[in-house]
Antibody
Framework: EVQLVESGGGLVQPGGSLRLSCAAS????????MNWVRQAPGKGLEWVSY????????YYADSVKGRFTISRDNAKNSLYLQMNSLRAEDTAVYYC?????????????????WGKGTTVTVSS | DIQMTQSPSSLSASVGDRVTITCRAS??????LNWYQQKPGKAPKLLIY???SLQSGVPSRFSGSGSGTDFTLTISSLQPEDFATYYC??????????FGPGTKVDIK
């Protein structure tokens, strides 16, 4: 079964740090680009970060740039998100999501596999 | 940056109704538009990609259309399990993505 399982969430004080993990199974993890997407309580979805299959290309949303670091270990089938200088507005459920594509004269990318999410609460 | 809007923000409908949700991009995104369904406490689920391609396993009552800046998601006959929030997402600027604010579909 294709599966993503996030872990590492919890309660942290403002200015603190947390490292999220996402364990992949049921597919060849090293062949897929991956993302982190978050959802604040009662709010919509916000893309956070992207990493290429090799880990050589990385992008961040402006809201987390300079504070969050995405990484992966293909030997361990795992994706990570190191979160530093956390703020109250980073409180959210964090999902990891696999990026796939379809081809019809062009490549169309979409997030087809999602984990169940891990909750991060930033509060004093 | 590409901004996405959706309308309506919420709607009430009955089982069997035809439901249409609109998504608009701030610039032309060709057909680089995906639709997701999210139920409370659950992860999003991919419904439609490339504006009109149905993801494997998704019921055929779901359909998508549009290109450029204007897109629609249609549920031809609303079922009890379809009450959820629906999000559009642009993939034109891959690997930087933007989601719409969501449309909540609830029971009339």
């Amino acid at each position: 079964e294709v599966q993503l399982v996030e872990s590492g969430g919890g309660l942290v004080q403002p200015g603190g740090s947390l490292r999220l993990s996402c364990a992949a199974s049921g597919f060849t993890f090293s062949s897929y680009e991956m993302n982190w997407v978050r959802q604040a309580p009662g709010k919509g979805l916000e893309w956070v970060s992207y990493i290429s299959s090799s880990g050589s290309t990385i992008y961040y949303a402006d809201s987390v740039k300079g504070r969050f670091t995405i990484s992966r270990d293909n030997a361990k089938n795992s994706l990570y998100l190191q979160m530093n200088s956390l703020r109250a507005e980073d409180t959210a459920v964090y999902y990891c999501a696999r990026l796939s594509y379809g081809y019809n004269e062009n490549y169309y990318y979409y997030m087809d596999v999602w984990g169940k999410g891990t909750t991060v609460t930033v509060s004093s | 940056d590409i901004q996405m809007t959706q309308s309506p923000s919420s709607l009430s409908a009955s089982v069997g109704d035809r439901v249409t949700i609109t998504c608009r991009a701030s610039q032309s995104i060709s057909s680089y538009l995906n639709w997701y369904q999210q139920k409370p406490g659950k992860a999003p689920k991919l419904l439609i990609y490339a504006a009109s391609s149905l993801q494997s396993g998704v019921p055929s009552r779901f359909s998508g259309s549009g290109s450029g800046t204007d897109f629609t998601l249609t549920i031809s006959s609303l079922q009890p399990e379809d009450f959820a929030t629906y999000y559009c997402q642009q993939s034109y600027s891959t690997p930087i993505f933007t989601f719409g604010p969501g449309t909540k579909v609830d029971i009339k």
